[in-house]
């Protein structure tokens, strides 16, 4: 794995060697920030944006977004494992001072007190957890004024009718789709 573009292009990220990590492809990152970045900003507000991974795995996603431009990151993972890896990815990288990183649980974290422009949520394929993180960042508003919120599934995956207005775009790649929401401060 390897980051695609910016400042840290073509740096490799390490990997656990977990059974429940399944890191984004470099494909599908490419396609993501490049949809980001040309349809829903422009480049020079990337710089301001602070980036929320709620299920971090190696925290390629954090990595690549700070090397494209983003001025801070907060990922959080769980696995002790996917953890470390991630920990030792920042570091080689010398990413200590952009990027926060938290060994927990995503759902008993406490969000009031932060605010995220871009927030991208891929936890582990068949997990269903997907809904009640959009749930948990609209209810503590975790969100600035206006927010892209990406969630990675597993093809087909069923997100809530609630949430669905919200949805701007969808795309699949191979056995993943990538959803793309836009919140403001009066979604609800």
Do not use: W
């Amino acid at each position: 794995m390897k980051v695609t573009g910016g400042f840290l292009r073509s740096r490799r990220i390490v990997s656990s060697k977990t059974l429940d990590l399944r890191p984004t492809s470099n494909k599908v990152k490419q396609a993501l920030f490049n949809t980001l970045l040309h349809r829903y900003t422009e480049s020079k507000n990337f710089e301001k944006f602070r980036v929320l991974e709620p299920f971090g795995g190696t925290g390629a996603i954090s990595i690549e977004a700070i090397s494209r431009g983003a001025s801070k990151a907060k990922i959080i993972e769980k696995d002790k494992k996917n953890f470390l890896a991630c920990l030792k990815n920042i570091n080689l990288l010398n990413l200590t001072d952009r990027i926060d990183l938290i060994n927990a649980d995503f759902f008993k974290i406490n969000l009031c007190n932060y605010k995220f422009n871009f927030i991208y949520v891929d936890p582990p394929y068949n997990s269903n957890l997907i809904n009640r993180a959009l749930e948990k960042i609209l209810d503590e508003k975790a969100f600035d004024k206006k927010n892209i919120f990406v969630c990675e599934s597993e093809k087909n995956y069923l997100i809530k009718d609630n949430y669905k207005k919200y949805i701007k775009s969808q795309k699949t790649y191979g056995r993943s789709d990538l959803s793309f929401f836009i919140l403001s401060s009066s979604t609800k």
